[in-house]
């Protein structure tokens, strides 16, 4: 049912290093968040990016040694449409995403603390009526374990290398753009 125990190690260890990291980045700051939202400070855009661009990188490069296995979850439209209104509307109230709330969390911002209380009865709401929710997810249809390799049937590094080249383009315009601004 679990995966082995260095996997789950693996796994926490990734995460703790991603959190320094957002926290050494500043993203859970209120003024870069805001910078980000008002169009000067592009700061957690180019960390989320990166993010992407290195975790994608990374598992795929991992993947056929086994080191890390994909679960890929089908695409329940009307789950992702209510998910990602809930989403949007917790960022907007508490003004953090759950990565950059956690770590809040870690820094002792009490406002932050509301929104992992939050996380937590969420996921128990959520975990509680499953079989309803589950129902609603999959009203509008679902389609099925999409990624771009598998619907153009390429290989994933077809996508990695040009999503790192404009990763690293929309970095040094960022940069650019924030020194004009600033």
């Known amino acids: 049912m679990f995966d082995p125990i260095w996997k789950l190690a693996l796994g926490l260890v990734s995460g703790i290093v991603f959190g320094f990291l957002l926290q050494k ?22 960390i989320m990016v990166t993010a992407v661009v290195v975790g994608a990188i990374g598992i795929y490069a991992l993947l056929p040694s086994g080191a890390v296995s994909l679960h890929i979850k089908p695409a329940l439209w009307s789950g992702i449409a209510i998910g990602g209104t809930l ?8 003004g953090y995403c759950p990565g950059t709330g956690v770590v809040a969390c870690g ?8 929104g992992l209380i939050g996380m937590f009865v969420g996921a128990a709401v959520y975990v509680y009526f499953y079989s309803n929710f589950s129902a609603i997810a999959g009203a509008w249809g679902d389609g099925g374990k999409l ?28 940069r650019r753009r924030e020194k004009v601004l600033n």
């Open 87 to 94: 989403f949007g509307i917790g960022m907007t109230v508490l």
């Open 147 to 174: 990624t771009l390799p598998s619907s153009t049937g390429t290989s994933p590094w077809l996508w990695i290398i040009p999503l790192a080249a404009v990763a690293s383009i929309l970095a040094w315009v960022g």
């Open 25 to 46: 980045g500043r993203v859970a700051k209120y003024e870069v968040i805001v910078g980000q939202f008002i169009g000067r400070d592009f700061t957690v855009v180019k």
């Open 107 to 114: 820094e002792g911002r009490k406002d932050a603390y509301v």
